[in-house]
């Protein structure tokens, strides 16, 4: 469904931040997209839904394909419309307007009419019990948790074929956490929606998800099915939090992590 072919993205004319990356999205598919702070991977996320002029940043090399269209030198509504939608980190909803109001924000691009629209409000809400008694409030009023409900919310009514996913878990208690990805899951199952997904709890991610991209200092440094990546050993030291035989490494181990970081020799 989505190709990233070789990309090289340039921030300010000066700082390349993207250094010849590749990937894949299957159709029906999640795919974990993990890495430290600072890697790319939101840098990634808003090449691909055209976002990047607004943060300074061109794309010098590299395309990318969505259905087999180049969308590369598209605008963001365009590619809305097309059927890619990114929920960004830090949900970034709109806090002055109701809870109904940020959804139905969500069906801007569309042109299939009001009917329709309110057949799909009330589907998204039903993978959003939490908000559903809560539409007439200001947003800004709503817990974290429900902020993010909301921002996926959003993202739905545009009706994609792909959702892009800036770390859902950020901030958020454990309790939500596992319900953030239980809905994450229902919304591939009976949705049909693909889903890729930047996330610092690299075990949530990589349950749900069937193939995982490991990204380190602008490239793609490790690839594969979700179960072979939870089963890395480096995987599992550097991103898990655990190493064979021993627990979680301390900040002093930090130069023996970087001298088995093997694949950014």
Known sequence: ????????????????????ISLEVPEGKIIAFLGSNGAGKS????????????????????????????????DPQRIVAMGITQVPEGRRIFAELTVEENIRVGAHTRRDGRSAVAADLRMVLDYFPPIRDRLKVEAGYISGGEQQMLAIAR??????????????????APMLVTEIFDIIRRINREGKVSILLVEQNALMALSVAEFGYIMENGKIVLDGPSRKLMENEDVKEFYLGVAEGTERKSFADIKHYKRRKRWLS
Not at 12 to 19: G, S
Not at 156 to 168: I, N, R, S
């Open 1 to 20: 469904m989505l190709k990233v072919n070789n990309l090289e993205v340039v921030y300010n004319d000066i700082i390349l931040v993207l250094r010849g």
């Open 43 to 74: 840098t990634t996320l808003r090449s691909i839904s055209g976002l990047l002029e607004y943060e300074d940043g061109e794309i010098k090399k590299g395309t990318i394909e969505f259905q087999g269209q180049p969308i590369h030198k598209l």
């Open 155 to 172: 993202a739905l009514m545009a009706k994609p074929a792909l959702m892009m996913l800036d770390e859902p878990s950020l901030g958020l």
